[in-house]
């Protein structure tokens, strides 16, 4: 099974800032990695897949990169609406499905 | 518009059995594989079963291999989760979720709102 690390487990950003997400697997998935928001209540919301690739309607300021084992999420301006959880994903060695365990983004 | 609804939620006893269902709309539900995925209190996201589009394949993660079983009605659009045995660390929002294309080497585009199950004496 391929672990998903994620880091940090909170990440503190004023609005308007830059913010870095990272997720690490224990062994290449290649491409397939995506990244998901999750707000309280609601159900995940995918932003990214295929390491790079914007889902329909997402906004340009959320960008995915990295292949094999480090990938990186970036949001380049906070807005408030952005507050929220962060999973990442990787769907290349199923089953199963693994996730990382999540980066909370607060308002510093 | 792509939407999945849940339901059959709720409070059971531990060693009890609930069926989950969730249903289809607004895209070709027999072309793509479907997933649950639950959410326990608190915590991350942990993926629980997949199935094929045309039913044919299944996949669980081990803690729920002989206790769950996922399956589907095409002719219904539907999606369902037999869930036996219940313990209480089954405990969780279930989300069913679709995959993004109709390879199954895809992560989940659209997720129901989802169902609470409760395991609990």
């Known amino acids: 099974e391929i672990v998903m690390t994620q880091s940090p487990a909170t990440l503190s950003v004023s609005p308007g800032e830059r913010a870095t997400l990272s997720c690490r697997a224990s062994?290449?998935?290649?491409?397939?990695l995506a990244w998901y928001q999750q707000k309280p209540g609601q159900a995940p919301r995918l932003l990214i897949y295929?390491?790079?690739t914007r889902a329909t309607g997402i906004p340009a300021r959320f960008s995915g990169s990295g292949s094999g084992t480090e990938f990186t999420l970036t949001i380049s301006s906070l807005q408030s609406e952005d507050f929220a959880v962060y999973f990442c994903?990787?769907?290349?060695?199923?089953?199963?499905?693994?996730f990382g365990q999540g980066t909370k983004v607060e308002i510093k | 518009e792509v939407q999945l609804l849940e339901s059959g939620g709720g409070l059971v006893q531990p060693g009890g059995s609930l069926r989950l269902s969730c249903a289809a709309s607004?895209?070709?539900?027999?072309?793509?594989?479907m997933a649950w995925v639950r959410q326990a209190p608190g915590k991350g996201l942990e993926w629980v079963s997949t199935i094929s589009g045309g039913g044919g394949s299944t996949y669980d993660t081990d803690s729920v291999k002989g206790r769950f079983t996922i399956s589907r009605d095409n002719s219904k659009n539907t999606l369902y989760l037999q869930m036996n045995n219940l313990r209480a660390e089954d405990t969780a929002v279930y989300y069913c979720a679709k995959l993004r294309t109709t390879v199954i080497t895809n992560p989940f585009d659209y997720w129901g709102q989802g169902t609470l199950v409760t395991v609990s004496s």
């Open positions: 994903l990787q769907y290349n060695n199923w089953p199963p499905w693994t």
């Open positions: 607004g895209f070709s539900f027999s072309s793509h594989a």
């Open positions: 295929a390491a790079s």
């Open positions: 062994q290449s998935v290649t491409g397939n």
